[in-house]
Nanobody, 127 residues
Framework: VELVESGGGLVQAGDSLRLSCTAS?????????????MAWFRQAPGKEREFVAGIKWKDGSIYYSDSVQGRFIISRDNAKNTVYLQMNSLKPEDTAVYYCAADPNFRAIVAGMVEIWGLGTLVTVSS
């Protein structure tokens, strides 16, 4: 499975962006997109990669980090093999490379030990 992110760019504080992550291919274990837990992580310059938002495949449960709760919305469209991250009220501290991640086990996502990563898309928020 390959994950490709898109939608990053340069915006001003208070603006919105929507990131997309599209999966292609098939996992070696035969799992298809709709049976993967999906998540977004981000890594700011000089900082460690951190969890931003995640969505479980089985029951659709959604989780957010405290720093984006109420501003970001994660969603998925299984028919399009795509997961989205709607980012509203962006702040300069949201500046980072945003990575899409997939794993069949959400515990792995929580631990940051994800099976599949995308290459990332850069989001820059100016003040």
């Amino acid at each position: 499975v390959e994950l490709v992110e898109s939608g990053g760019g340069l915006v001003q504080a208070g603006d919105s962006l929507r990131l997309s992550c599209t999966a292609s291919g098939r996992a070696a274990n035969g799992r298809t997109f709709e049976t993967w837990d999906m998540a977004w992580f981000r890594q700011a310059p000089g900082k460690e990669r951190e969890f931003v938002a995640g969505i479980k495949w089985k029951d659709g449960s959604i989780y957010y980090s405290d720093s984006v709760q109420g501003r970001f919305i994660i969603s998925r469209d299984n028919a399009k093999n795509t997961v989205y991250l709607q980012m509203n009220s962006l702040k300069p501290e949201d500046t980072a490379v945003y990575y899409c991640a997939a794993d069949p086990n959400f515990r792995a996502i929580v631990a940051g030990m994800v099976e599949i990563w995308g290459l990332g898309t850069l989001v820059t928020v100016s003040s």
